[in-house]
């Protein structure tokens, strides 16, 4: 089911504008019209522009379902990217991208490029009876003790929740070795918070994407072979030597998995901003959008999506603490690899997600969720 759907339009110092709302300072207010106003004060830069999408459309209008697990579906407000943004699977490697961010050496997006958001409401189906799976659909439900430590607290969650997400994926992968290098805080009412180690609390992300390609999934494999930077989360945890301490060809000789680790922390179940899932089998490659991130020296990659009208989404509705969610950001054993890793092959390479809106109670709790990224060795 695809509904009213609204467009949004990046200008360059990264603000929205929402259908023909004219920017506060500019002069525009067509849809897809580039405003120049609104730039951004000399010496600041706008902190991961992107997030400028959230919530930037009509609210969501049907019934709140709360915190029900038993709902068959939901109608969601999900952002992809517009038709008028060029889809693509491979990186142009030229400045500015046709599609992506520039980020300064703190890490924020100070430009953006090509970015065109078309917000749609979908369906979006109840999976927790649907038995989805990894190797099938890119995504996983598992029940999982909650670990009562301070998430905000950058050493606690690297020296005692990382170890309990590296278990928890590799039993249930059933892997050599398993890795967590990274992870995000994301809460709405805490957006910039201090998390410790130079991060910050984020938003959720509405905005349908995927963490990896290719070409920079096995870039984080070789980096993180190396010794590690003090852009590694885990730098001042360990003693600078290598994260994984093997040789990147012989890991590429075998399958490895990028596998995002996700949950609530908040007491109570997640209402506001859920995450979903859009099943690999219903997006065809010609949906794909690579999305370029130019660092100082590095170019870096991931996809967006524009909608499709075979598109399925799944989601779990009223996660609690007591279980999370691993999902796949990339597999060498998936059938969109270009260079597979040898051996039998599996359906899902990676899964594009994205939180959503949906209508809720007005005094529910904001989502307040951490996902660890994790390197998974067969």
């Known amino acids: 089911m695809w509904r009213d759907a609204t467009r949004f339009v990046l200008h360059p110092a990264g603000a929205f504008l929402a259908g023909a709302v004219s920017a506060s300072a500019g002069a525009c207010s067509s849809k897809h019209t580039r405003c120049q106003g609104n730039q951004t004060p000399k010496g600041k830069t706008p902190a991961h522009a992107l997030d400028s999408v959230l919530m930037a459309g009509k609210p969501v209008v049907g019934r709140v379902v709360g915190q029900s697990r038993e709902v068959e579906s939901v109608i969601g407000g999900i952002n992809y990217m517009s038709k008028n943004v060029p889809t693509g699977l491979y990186a142009k490697r030229t400045y500015p991208p046709a599609v992506g961010v520039s980020r300064d050496l703190e890490g924020n997006d100070v430009e953006v490029f090509g970015v065109e958001v078309e917000r749609v409401e979908a369906q979006i189906d109840n999976s927790r009876d649907v038995g989805l799976n990894l190797d099938s659909d890119g995504v996983q439900l598992v029940p999982n003790t909650f670990l009562p430590i301070d998430y905000s607290n950058v050493d606690e969650v690297v020296r005692q929740y990382y170890p309990e997400c590296c278990r928890l994926v590799k039993e249930s992968m059933g892997a ?38 290719e070409e920079s999934a096995i870039r984080r494999i070789r980096d993180l072979t190396k010794p590690a930077t003090r852009n590694d989360i885990f730098y001042s945890a360990g003693s600078g030597g290598p994260l994984i301490a093997e ?5 590429f000789q075998h399958r490895f998995c990028i596998v995002n680790v996700w949950r609530s922390i908040h007491p109570e179940p997640i209402e506001r901003d859920p995450l979903g899932f859009l099943s690999p089998g219903s997006c065809p490659d010609e949906d794909l959008i690579m999305h370029e991130i130019h660092y100082n020296g590095r170019v870096g990659e991931n996809y967006n999506a524009r909608h499709g009208q075979a598109h399925k989404w799944w989601y779990y509705p009223g996660m609690d603490r007591s279980e999370a969610v691993l999902f796949k950001t990339w597999d060498s054993a998936g059938q969109f690899c270009r260079w597979p890793a040898p051996g039998p092959r599996v359906p899902a390479t990676f899964v594009l997600h994205s939180a959503f809106e949906v209508p809720v109670r007005e005094e529910a709790p904001d989502r307040e969720s951490i996902e660890v990224r994790c390197i998974v060795l067969f």
Do not use: C, M
């Not at 040789?247 to 890991?251: F, K, L, P, R, S």
């Open 176 to 213: 050599r070795r398993v890795f967590a290098f990274d992870h995000n805080l994301r809460s709405p009412g805490r957006k910039g918070e201090d998390a410790g180690a130079g991060f910050k609390v984020q938003p959720p992300l509405q905005l349908v994407h995927a963490d990896y390609t």
């Open 247 to 251: 040789d990147a060809e012989d890991i």
